[in-house]
């Protein structure tokens, strides 16, 4: 008999194509850990696109669940640190890549990979914030931790998921945000989020023969990478920096480092994945603070397992807006 449903991921060894599909497991199916924990809700971020279809490079072996975030209770637990009621957290650590991840109503992983839900969000909140949210709270913090200036801060993807929170957070902490986005159908919806400015993705995406343009803006959370980037870098205030989360508009940068030394702009790299554990708790104390929860909520389009498909192929090709909510039960 089965114990739980799972999206689970089969690769065709002859042809190498690779299918997903909503199917019955058993708890002897799920990995090893320490930590098994009846999931309640995951999210759709770019990784798990490449994971649901051909893969990326990322999944190592099939069959596969993929998923690489998720909160729910604590069932079973050989670790000190949770107990069986426990609600948790997990962001990272290439769950839902190299590991069973969070598209499945039961998840066993290793108790290190967990955080407890922080007090003040219930578990669809957690989920609603996601890998993609938590991202864009290391990123506030790195910007702050190098001193934002007095120029807007400038949110390139800003209607995707990372720069959705982005927007909200920095407008909610008093910052002038400036979001970009190659779909003006959004513009209400950042604006909504706190975005005081819209700025075309055409005027920021070619690169320039110069090397510095005029000083515009104070900060920068930047989720597309490649030529918009590269002309970012150009633009920042003296002394500002440029946190770095994402490459949807490709891994390379055409730039020069003449932004770093006469301007002495910082390009902050934000990895979310292998984030030490106090760095997460901190990140999630201030996500329950600082992250107005009226508008996470508009943020929100809601989905179950069996979406999950073509969410996957959607988010792909840049036609998910804000966060996807997976409950896994519904």
Known sequence: ????????????????????????????????GDVTVAVEYSTVNYKDGLCIGPGGGLVRKYPHVPGIDFAGTVEASSDARY???????????????A??????????????????????LDTRQAMAVGTAGFTAMLAVMALEDHGIKAGPVLVTGAAGGVGSVATAILANLGYQVAAVTGRPETADYLTALGASQIVARE?????????????????????????????????????????AVGLAGGAGLPATVIPFLLRGVNLLGIDSVMQPYDNRLRAWERIA???????LEAMVQPATLSDLPQLGRDILKGQVKGRVVVDVNA
């Open 203 to 243: 005027t920021l995406n070619e690169t320039v023969k110069r090397p510095l343009e005029g000083e515009t803006w104070g900060g920068c959370i930047d989720a597309v990478g490649g030529d918009m980037l590269a002309r970012v870098l150009g633009q920042m205030e003296y002394g500002a920096s440029v946190a």
């Open 289 to 295: 603070k600082d992250l107005p929860m009226d508008k």
């Open 1 to 32: 008999m089965s114990d739980f449903n799972a999206l689970v991921v089969e690769k065709d060894e002859e042809t190498g194509k690779t299918s997903a599909a909503v199917t019955a497991l058993t708890l002897a199916d799920l990995p090893e």
């Open 83 to 97: 107990k069986v009621g426990d609600k948790v957290v997990l962001t990272g650590w290439r769950v839902g890549e």
């Open 99 to 120: 590991h069973w991840g969070g598209y499945g109503q039961k998840a066993r992983v290793k108790a290190d990979w967990l955080v407890p839900l922080p007090a003040g």
